[in-house]
């Protein structure tokens, strides 16, 4: 990290040096990322006269050579003081527990709308939803292989002021969403263990567990990862089971009732997109991710059927084996159904793996927020102090930060949670959308390792069913939510301001990591390599 005010520039820039052009351009195309070490003017042209004889080499990822050309496997926001980077395995279950994490917490989907709507709706949606912000990200997150995640996506293309916007509303929402998961591990103990149901046993144990849950994530992310893997198969396997044992009780008929007049449709929808949302929350972990540009898009497609599987199947396991009482389909239902089905044994398994399931939403849920703030101090959003690792490489204080949004947030309501949460999620994917569909118009040759398929206009039919769906769902929001989070994105319009004024008073350090591309402006022509590789095709 330099100061920014004695930052030299990086190397990159091209024929179109405007920021959205410089930042997309600073990431080479192919699976390795490459860093340009300072040179003089007479090799760096010698460079460039290379590099127009050779550009599908250089695009390859094949380098130019030389004495002052450094290629490696790193990105540049994960070289130095780093843990072992993530592989594809744990980065799966990773995305799935950041998503999902089993089908805890769907049981309200039944309540609001009855089996066949809520098993509709588990298949429709993902593929109004989850698939194009999924294709969404995948793109995004190989052009940008940074911890700072969508707020570089929104920085590149609408400017700082609104990546900083969406990285306070993204962290906001995110906290809110963990502290989600203490409220649901205790639901589903409660039935076990009444004392946990409300008072100074409940507080307790939310505290106990939030400090427990933050001392993993302080351990390490390859540590989270692999235990999201073993909670993962622990916490599936009891649903399984339950299928197994539920078949010779399973009436098909049971499935398809629904009176569409009866629906409770904000709760149903509330449902819907909390457990759909936050294909996107990767992208902040993307530096700590071994070959990010191959292994990411794979682990967001396996993760995604094995989202929908999750939520499905036993969704239609119970309320196809057990007669249908909508109004006790709440939250921690799933103990029931089990009991019901299978027995008492079958219950403690569901109970068991509830509450795994939850500290792995946590942990994964807290390495998101807290590596999205190391991110942001690394681009000179925040101060200095976020971008600072422990000796485990992992973001002391932005894990503390998290944790204690996590205690503050912890006596709302699982409903209240879910629909403040979803309200500030919308605000920030309607800026990813923009900047990915303003990004194909400016940038249409920039380096994408991973592209969807589609032309420009493409890319805007694809934002168009998720833009409708948080439409309807901003609509269907309480007075209460929508004051909470109008609020909320209040205070980011005027904390943004706040910190450009704190680094002019110099009351707190902020810096640029000067492995990052600039994005605030030009690059100088002296300096321009990497971005030569796609200046001439962007101007034809």
């Given at each position: 990290m330099v100061p920014r005010e004695e930052k030299a520039k990086p190397s990159f820039g091209g024929d179109f040096d405007s920021p959205t052009a410089q930042i997309v351009s600073a990431y080479p195309s192919a699976d390795n990322d490459c860093t340009v070490q300072p040179s003089t003017a007479d090799t760096h042209h010698q460079k460039l006269r290379d590099?127009?004889?050779?550009?599908?080499?250089?695009?390859?990822g094949a380098?130019?050579?030389g004495a002052n050309s450094t290629w490696s496997n790193e990105t540049p926001s994960s070289r130095a003081g780093r843990s072992r980077k993530i592989s594809i395995i744990p980065l799966i279950f990773i995305i799935f527990y950041e998503v999902s994490g089993g089908p805890f917490g769907v049981e309200d989907s039944v309540k609001a709308a009855g089996p066949l709507l809520a098993l509709a709706g588990f298949l429709i949606?993902?593929?109004?939803?989850?698939?194009?912000?999924?294709?969404?990200?995948?793109?995004?997150?190989?052009?940008?292989?940074?911890?700072?995640?969508y707020v570089v996506w929104v920085s590149s293309a609408l400017g700082p002021f609104w990546?900083?916007?969406?990285?306070?509303?993204?962290?906001?929402?995110?906290?809110?969403?963990?502290?989600?998961?203490?409220v649901l591990f205790l639901d589903y103990l409660k039935s076990g263990i009444p004392a946990l149901g409300g008072g100074l046993p409940r507080v307790a144990a939310v505290l106990a567990l939030t400090i427990v849950l933050t001392y993993l994530n302080y351990r390490g992310l390859s540590i989270v990862g692999w235990a999201a893997v073993v909670i993962g198969m622990f916490s599936i396997l009891p649903f399984?089971?339950?299928?197994?044992?539920?078949?010779?009780?399973?009436?098909?008929?049971?499935?398809?009732?629904?009176?569409?007049?009866?629906?409770?449709?904000?709760?149903?929808?509330n449902t819907l997109f909390w457990n759909l949302n936050y294909w996107d929350s990767i992208s902040t972990l993307a530096g700590e991710v071994e070959n990010p540009k191959k292994n990411l898009p794979k682990a967001l497609f396996y993760a995604m059927i094995l989202v929908v599987l999750a939520y499905f199947l036993p969704l239609l396991t119970g309320t196809g084996a057990i007669p249908l009482n909508r109004e006790l389909w709440t939250d921690g239902y799933f103990s029931e159904v089990a009991k019901l089905i299978g027995g008492a044994w079958l219950s403690w398994w569901i109970q068991a793996a509830a509450a795994m399931a939850n500290m792995g939403m946590f942990v994964a849920e807290m390495s998101a927020d807290s590596f999205q703030l190391l991110?942001?101090?690394?681009?000179?959003?925040?101060?200095?102090?976020f971008a600072r690792r422990s000796r485990y490489?992992?973001?002391?204080?932005?894990?503390?930060?998290?944790?204690?949004?996590?205690?503050?947030?912890?006596?709302?309501?699982?409903?209240e949670i879910v629909a403040a949460e979803n309200f500030l999620y919308c605000f920030g994917?309607?800026?990813?959308?923009?900047?990915?569909?303003?990004?194909?118009?400016?940038?249409?040759?920039?380096?994408?390792?991973?592209?969807?398929?589609?032309?420009?206009?493409?890319?805007?039919l694809i934002c168009v069913p998720p833009m409708v769906l948080m439409c309807i769902v901003l609509a269907f929001s309480t007075l209460k939510v929508f004051v909470v989070s109008v609020g909320c994105v209040g205070i980011g319009l005027v904390f943004q301001p706040l910190m450009k004024y704190i680094e002019k008073k110099g009351l707190l350090r902020f810096s640029v990591s000067s492995d990052l591309p600039d994005i605030h402006g030009p690059a100088p022509e002296s300096e321009m390599l990497i971005g030569s590789f796609i200046g001439p095709r962007a101007n034809r």
């Open positions: 590099a127009e004889s050779s550009t599908p080499a250089a695009e390859s380098g130019a050579g949606f993902p593929l109004l939803w989850s698939v194009p912000e999924a294709l969404v990200t995948a793109e995004m997150v190989t052009m940008f292989p940074e911890n700072s995640g990546g900083f916007q969406l990285g306070f509303m993204k962290w906001i929402s995110g906290v809110v969403d963990n502290a989600l998961y203490p399984a089971v339950m299928g197994f044992v539920s078949i010779p009780k399973v009436k098909p008929r049971r499935w398809f009732a629904g009176d569409i007049h009866t629906v409770d449709w904000s709760l149903y929808l991110g942001m101090a690394e681009r000179g959003m925040l101060p200095e102090v490489g992992t973001p002391l204080v932005g894990i503390l930060f998290s944790a204690s949004g996590v205690l503050m947030l912890s006596w709302m309501s699982f409903q994917m309607g800026l990813e959308f923009t900047a990915f569909v303003w990004l194909r118009i400016k940038a249409p040759f920039a380096p994408r390792p991973y592209k969807v398929p589609v032309g420009k206009v493409g890319a805007v």
